[in-house]
């Protein structure tokens, strides 16, 4: 059950502060590593500074050893307050209000405005977003989601022949990230637009290649186009057109799908379509957002699902009992694990609509907050053994949300609230019906003693190829 700021702890915090003394302190007072004019503290991540982009994570870490929980730094003249407290997501939650404000995304939003004359989901803010994220919330449903589910088994299927022709001699599967990517992206077009691509099958079809290139084009475009001002206005740099070029093959794709709109299979699409309160550009943004939107957020869990699982052979084991006992939930468990140790979020970012106090700091309304959620879901403060692979520990979630009482807010990788991710249900219906197709057919096993890590991309990523042996269990 999550904790909820109610009137309760309203009056027992202004009892405190008043009775006990406790002093807000300014805004001026957060502490923060030396910055200079201009760049800010970009410095700490310049070539040979202290810390890599890429381990934004490690980065955090390490400065709140320095400066305490919350801290803040400035980029491109903003400043951003970082924080590494479960009970600060907590408030931020609870004050993020009815039109959560996620920072702005402005070269996508520059390209959306100039392509489509309107914003999609993702960028958008305010009303304009809740009038989007209306159509999408039928994805929460999980009664709806379940529509897709034996269309899932035959693309995990498809999934596990893929494999048997593609591992090599020693049954190793090279970069198996790229792979399940196919899977993920063959996922979500039975959802929008709503026709199954056949990634899976037609491994050297061009076209098909040039779909999922586009999209992973796109996310580093995104990606990139975030450290550099916005020259894209003016002229098209690398970043931006990676961005353009990649989301035009989406568009082209999705374009290409609508036109045979009486092949469409599904309600979803239907349901954009139909509707006379969406343009027919918010339409496409929208179908284009959803098919874009968890491709490798889902092929990352489940790669590092599967990491996890081939370096532990009890919860393997465990796993596969499991499914042979026709119940899924300890997959599950090993699904919200991996989240818990390598979230491909980065964490969780607002301007919120209020002032805010966290860490007794008065946060001004309007200030960009980041709930760093990497590291808080692994610190010993919220979970027992933080680095180790554990799914038991879901398994009996009264017993685990006693360790702390913002616990239920140290793993978020979905999000919270109105704006949570509206492919929560369909990535947990994905994973599983993967994992239990694959274990049902193959012993994982991982020939390594290299330890994998998260690096930063737009989504978070394994830090290097993860190479896995699939072992077919009937040898
Ligand atoms: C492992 C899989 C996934 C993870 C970890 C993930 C995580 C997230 C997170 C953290 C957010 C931001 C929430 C916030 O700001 O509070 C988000 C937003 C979003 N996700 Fe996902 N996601 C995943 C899969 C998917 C899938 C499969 C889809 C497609 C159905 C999807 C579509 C979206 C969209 C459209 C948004 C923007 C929602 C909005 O701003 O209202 N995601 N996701």
């Known amino acids: 059950m999550k904790r909820k700021y109610t009137v309760v702890n309203f009056v027992f915090h202004s009892i405190h502060y008043r009775f006990f003394s406790v002093k807000i302190l300014p805004f001026s007072k957060i502490p923060s590593p030396k910055s200079y004019p201009i760049i800010g503290h970009a410095h700490l991540f310049f070539k040979n500074g202290m810390y890599h982009k890429e381990k934004f994570a490690e980065a955090v870490q390490d400065l709140s050893l320095k400066y305490g929980p919350i801290f803040y730094l400035k980029f491109l003249g903003q400043k951003m307050v970082l924080t590494i407290d479960a009970e600060n997501a907590c408030k931020l939650f609870d004050a993020e209000g009815k039109y ?231 997959l599950r468990a090993c699904v919200k694990e991996t989240l818990r140790l390598c979230p491909t979020s980065g964490g969780t970012t607002r301007s919120l609509p209020k002032n805010i106090i966290m860490n007794n700091y008065l946060i001004p309304a309007g200030t960009t907050v980041t709930i760093v959620h990497p590291v808080i879901s692994q610190m010993e403060k919220y979970f027992d053994d933080a680095h180790l692979y554990k799914p038991e520990r879901w398994l009996h979630s009264s017993k685990h949300n006693k360790k702390n009482e913002f616990t239920s807010y140290a793993s978020l990788p979905f999000g919270y609230g109105p704006r949570v991710c509206p492919g929560r249900w369909l990535t947990e219906q994905e994973c599983v019906i993967f994992l239990s197709e694959i274990l049902k057919e193959f012993i994982l096993e991982y020939p390594s003693n290299s330890e994998i890590g998260m690096v930063y991309r737009m989504n978070r990523i394994p830090d290097q190829l993860v190479n896995i042996k699939f072992i077919d269990r009937s040898t």
């Not at 404000?101 to 993702?122: D, E, K, S, T």
């Not at 190793?172 to 899977?183: A, E, G, I, Q």
């Not at 899976?200 to 990606?223: C, P, Q, R, T, V």
């Open 100 to 330: 959560p404000f996620r920072i702005n995304m402005p070269a996508l939003a520059h390209y959306q405005q100039n392509n489509f004359n309107c914003l999609g989901i993702v960028v958008a803010n305010g009303v304009y977003w809740n009038k989007l994220r209306k159509y999408v919330n039928p994805l929460l449903n999980k009664s709806y989601i379940s529509s897709f589910s034996s269309k899932n088994y035959d693309i995990a299927q498809a999934f596990v022949s893929y494999v048997k022709k593609r591992r090599n001699e020693d049954n190793m599967l090279l970069d198996v990230c790229s792979h399940v990517y196919r899977y993920s992206t063959e996922c979500i077009s039975i959802v929008s637009p709503g026709r199954r691509l056949f990634c899976l099958e037609n491994y050297n079809n061009a076209k098909i290649n040039e779909i999922l290139h586009g999209s992973s084009k796109f996310m580093d475009g995104l990606y990139a186009s975030f450290s550099e001002p916005p020259l894209w206005k003016f002229i098209k740099t690398k970043a931006y057109e990676n961005l353009q070029n990649g989301f035009n093959i989406i568009k082209n794709y999705i374009d290409t799908e609508l036109e045979s709109e009486n092949k469409l299979e599904n309600t979803f699409i239907k349901s954009l379509f139909k509707n006379s309160n969406l343009s027919y550009n918010e339409a496409r943004l929208l179908a284009a957002d959803i098919f874009s939107g968890g491709i490798d957020a889902v092929a990352t869990t489940l790669t590092m699902t599967l990491y996890h699982l081939s370096r532990n052979k009890k919860c393997q084991y465990t796993a596969f009992e499991d499914i042979k006992n026709n119940s899924v939930l300890y």
